[in-house]
């Protein structure tokens, strides 16, 4: 037996380090019971922090930078805090409505400032790609979709469906390359479909050639008339909770010789991870999937070809966020948030700086983007 054989045989009965699937029952429980401590560690400071504590961004970056490497690490179980994280549930995706108040309907005009608005690349609320030499975000942007484009192969008079479209920036962008491309987008986000509605109005707006097609609507409920060449969906699998059931359904639309093409934020952990302060404040029943789920889920589409995209990219992308909501701020303090936009941006900088520090952690290893090109199992 290898000494690593050795290693891993070890911590199946040591609790917290680790892979927790592999856990014998008593270091399993014992591992889920630090689980509960530290989630209410982690409620204290961020709850502190939103009720006015005040901590300066470094400090609060440093906590970050030296807590996230550990854990993600060496104690990955503790980044799981609920059962339902580890696990595929039975809705493809749960809590869609709680989602859509929280986050997604959100006042569009902080969201829009947060994530750039511009006359071609509308707001989009994804990893930029920074390794090819951008130096904005708009253009950042711009290089992560032709890379999209590039691994998807589009071709001119492709018919695509865009699983969670967002404000229709990815429809937008490859419809302006694409003079035959046939465009869907679906969205259960009423706001952002209002978006889309009125570029779909607009002369100036591609989406109003008559190429692309709104559907609003819960990709749980999701059904079409048609089926696609190309199937896409960027930064929607995180709100995924059964990956098996998405795909079975992705499978049906799909052409006998589509593809289809998933861009995910994902973890190279043993298990997948969430956080008790996104759950409750930023995105409910948000998970990320370990690298390895997608592939293992392969009963309808299986992956024919994968990449991981160092975290760094998505550091620097949620900095340009932080930076452009921290610049907006006296723009955007009067609209409607259910709450005082002191306690609003509190807790939006406490998830944004966060984020910057998350994808940063291990030199942008371990917590990054993946991307899957599937297509049909038979
Ligand atoms: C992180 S955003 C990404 C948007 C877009 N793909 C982009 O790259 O900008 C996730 C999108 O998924 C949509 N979404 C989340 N859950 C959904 C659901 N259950 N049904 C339909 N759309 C959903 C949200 O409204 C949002 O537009």
Known sequence: MTSFATWQDIQRYVPITGDISTKKPGAYRATRGATTVFNALQMALAESYINGLE???????????????????????????????????????????????????????????MLGNGELIYPKYSMGLWDRGATTLEQSQRHMMDDMIEKMEIQDGDRILDFGCGWGCVANYILSKFPNVQFTGLNLSHEQCEFMRQKMQDPISILS????????????????????DKILSVGVFCHVGNLTSAFAKLATFLKPNGKCFIHIITVRTPNNVSSVYTHKYIFPYGRYWRFDAVPQCDRDLKVVDRWYLNGANYSETFAQWLQNFDDSCDEIKGLEYGMEFARFRRIWRFYLIWFVSNFASCEGEINGNGQYLMVHTS
């Open 209 to 228: 050639s008559g190429r692309f097609t709104l559907v609003e609507g819960d990709l749980n409920d999701a059904q079409f008339g048609e089926k696609f």
């Open 55 to 113: 901590i300066p961004d470094g400090a609060l970056r440093s906590i970050f930078d030296s807590c996230m490497p550990m854990l993600f690490q060496h104690y990955p179980a503790l980044l799981a805090p609920y059962e339902w994280v580890l696990h595929e549930t039975s809705a493809i995706a749960s809590g869609s409505k709680d989602l859509m108040k929280l986050q997604y309907d959100l006042p569009q005009g902080m969201l829009n400032l």
